[in-house]
């Protein structure tokens, strides 16, 4: 009982994780692509 209990909480906390690490990655991911999509183009726009 104690064993499968023990096995839930692992899974339960690497289901956490996770969803927490791919919400930061997310969070960073969407960061670095606004930055490349806009500083170039105003970048570009500047030296016209």
Same mark, same amino acid.
């Given at each position: 009982? $104690? @064993? &499968? !209990?023990? /096995?839930? @909480? !692992? #899974?339960?906390a /690497?289901?956490? @994780?996770? #969803?927490? &690490?791919? &919400?930061?990655?997310? /969070?960073? @991911?969407?960061?670095?692509q606004?930055e490349? $999509?806009l %500083?170039p183009? $105003? %970048?570009?726009q500047?030296?016209?």
């Amino acid at each position: 009982m $104690t @064993y &499968a !209990l023990y /096995k839930c @909480y !692992l #899974f339960s906390a /690497k289901v956490v @994780y996770f #969803f927490r &690490a791919g &919400a930061l990655f997310r /969070k960073i @991911y969407l960061n670095l692509q606004h930055e490349l $999509t806009l %500083y170039p183009y $105003t %970048y570009d726009q500047q030296n016209e």
